[in-house]
T-cell receptor, first 115, second 119 residues
Framework: ETGVTQTPRHLVMGMTNKKSLKCEQH?????MYWYKQSAKKPLELMFV???????ENNSVPSRFSPECPNSSHLFLHLHTLQPEDSALYLCASSQDSWDLQETQYFGPGTRLLVL | AQKITQTQPGMFVQEKEAVTLDCTYDTSDPSYGLFWYKQPSSGEMIFLIY??????QNATEGRYSLNFQKARKSANLVISASQLGDSAMYFC????????????????FGKGTHLIIQP
């Protein structure tokens, strides 16, 4: 089983749909992250969870709703998205969220297209 | 101001040559960590190498080394003996310490360099 998995890998949705992205890590880590990668822009941090508690929310619109039921699973619930939300959504995990040298391990991403 | 600057949007390099990918960073925090990631066309971000702000030696990991020049706030990635499989996007990233309100944050990334290795 690879370290960080994400499903689905590809998703097409309309602006009125509701969908969820799932991330699972098999590394025994305590921290998980959501990043957004839009074309021609740097990766942007969206959310940080440490021991299932949200510790960082980078002013993300409320149409994105994260959920972390346990330290191995992270969800991103999507509703009434806009076309500009089309991007690659990457999940990552690390042992802890406060150690500077902790490496974050990324999943393969979900490529989202909003029509 | 950008915290991470990668000035080379794209590079073409001949196979087996060494390549240097540039990265400069901006922080007033004395404690920070610098990371390099590789992103193939499949999308996954693959960790390559880490350099801490207090590390005295340049980091090395196999064919990857980091040319860390603290006074210049520069952290260039050097890939020796490039291979066709090295073709990918390369991202420099930074994590700042608690002094800057970091620590619990994720990583701040640059815009990346698209490296293409030619046979």
């Amino acid at each position: 089983e690879t370290g960080v998995t994400q499903t689905p890998r590809h998703l097409v949705m309309g602006m009125t749909n509701k969908k969820s992205l799932k991330c699972e890590q098999h590394l025994g880590h305590n921290a998980m992250y959501w990043y957004k990668q839009s074309a021609k822009k740097p990766l942007e941090l969206m959310f940080v969870y440490s021991l299932e508690e949200r510790v960082e929310n980078n002013s993300v619109p409320s149409r994105f709703s994260p959920e972390c039921p346990n330290s191995s699973h992270l969800f991103l619930h999507l509703h009434t998205l806009q076309p500009e939300d089309s991007a690659l959504y990457l999940c990552a995990s690390s042992q802890d969220s406060w150690d500077l040298q902790e490496t974050q391990y990324f999943g393969p991403g979900t490529r989202l297209l909003v029509l | 101001a950008q915290k991470i600057t990668q000035t080379q949007p794209g590079m073409f390099v001949q196979e087996k040559e060494a390549v240097t990918l540039d990265c400069t960073y901006d922080t007033s925090d004395p404690s920070y960590g610098l990371f390099w990631y590789k992103q193939p066309s499949s999308g996954e971000m693959i960790f390559l190498i880490y350099q801490g702000s207090y590390d005295q030696q340049n980091a090395t990991e196999g064919r990857y080394s980091l040319n860390f020049q603290k006074a210049r706030k520069s952290a260039n990635l050097v890939i020796s003996a490039s291979q066709l499989g090295d073709s990918a996007m390369y991202f420099c990233a930074m994590r700042e310490g608690m002094y800057s309100g970091g620590g619990a944050d994720g990583l701040t990334f640059g815009k990346g360099t698209h490296l293409i290795i030619q046979p």
